[in-house]
């Protein structure tokens, strides 16, 4: 598993590479994963049990020529991410935790130890509705399969895989799939880390 996750860590620097050159927001975001020297990995994979996985097989099915590379890369991996979903149970959406949720490879409790960065995958199961939240954490996506909703500032826009969406910190955000999953890199950066989104 070590080889996979290292060839992995490499594909997402250099497709992130490309845009990290264009000095933009969203680029300095991508440089600064780009640039980030990942430490050595003090936790380990071990095969998920989240529910999650029962969308894994179709997640991976949206791509693009772009992203086609990446998900490759991804694909033997996916199994064995820390799929996980730690918001606050919600009434009105009690199974949302089986539908959603996120795989963290770099970041404060992640296997790949990094109190100031965090670096995952962002995996929605079809027909799923992620309610809008916030974050201190600048959050940067890169979507890699499935078309979806994603909302910021009340304007909505269909992403399409290979297209970056920036998420500036504490600006309130959704995303909202349909007859596909979304699963999409995200990179999180900033001077807090560590503090989870709140739902609004």
Request: hydrophobic residues 35%; contains cysteine; aromatic residues 12%.
């Amino acid at each position: 598993m070590p080889n996979f996750i290292d060839h992995l860590i490499e594909e997402s620097k250099r497709f992130l590479n490309g845009r990290a050159q264009i000095n933009d927001d969203i680029g300095q975001e991508a440089a600064k994963f780009v640039m980030r020297e990942i430490p050595p990995s003090i936790g380990t994979f071990e095969k998920s049990d989240s529910p999650l996985i029962r969308w894994l097989e179709e997640a991976i099915q949206f791509g693009s020529s772009e992203t086609e590379g990446l998900l490759k890369a991804l694909k033997p991996v996916l199994p064995f991410l820390p799929w996980k979903y730690n918001y606050e149970p919600r009434p009105d959406m009690p199974d949302l935790g089986s539908r959603m949720g996120w795989g963290e490879i770099l970041g404060p409790e992640a296997p790949f130890r990094d109190e100031h960065f965090c670096y995952g995958f962002t995996l929605l199961g079809k027909n799923t509705f992620y309610p809008a939240h916030y974050h201190p954490a600048t959050e940067l996506y890169i979507v890699l399969s499935g078309h979806a909703e994603w909302t910021l500032d009340g304007v909505t826009t269909v992403r399409h895989p290979g297209e970056f969406v920036l998420h500036p910190s504490n600006r309130i955000h959704s995303m909202r799939t349909t007859e596909e999953p979304l699963l999409a890199l995200y990179t999180w950066s900033g001077e807090d880390v560590v503090t989870l989104s709140k739902y609004v």
